[in-house]
Nanobody, 113 residues
Framework: QVQLVESGGGLVQAGGSLRLSCAAS????????MGWYRQAPGKQRDLVAS???????NYADSVKGRFTISRDYAKNTVYLQMNSLKPEDTAVYYC???????WGQGTQVTVSS
């Protein structure tokens, strides 16, 4: 069965960095497009960054230049490196197999001012 397990969230001060990880199992990792979404309280879940099976990336305007999505095919893992964090980046972050209903459990990221 398909599983996505996230890790790496936490509390950080504004300007700091975090790296999120999403380990995938039960899928042919090299064939799937992956994304990171986030959802703040009272707001909709938005796509933050995506990476295709071949490694092409795309970012929301709000995180361009600060976040980097990458993938390790040997570890079946997708990463989200988040730098220069802002309080408005506070949210629960979810990884997703794009165009599917497979989601991770979510990991909380809190940025204090």
């Amino acid at each position: 069965q398909v599983q996505l397990v996230e890790s790496g969230g936490g509390l950080v001060q504004a300007g700091g960095s975090l790296r999120l990880s999403c380990a995938a199992s039960g899928v042919i990792f090299s064939r799937i497009d992956m994304g990171w979404y986030r959802q703040a309280p009272g707001k909709q879940r938005d796509l933050v960054a995506s990476i295709t099976a071949r490694g092409f990336t795309n970012y929301a305007d709000s995180v361009k230049g600060r976040f980097t999505i990458s993938r390790d095919y040997a570890k079946n893992t997708v990463y989200l490196q988040m730098n220069s964090l802002k309080p408005e980046d506070t949210a629960v972050y979810y990884c997703n197999i794009l165009r599917s209903n497979y989601w991770g459990q979510g990991t909380q990221v809190t940025v204090s001012s």
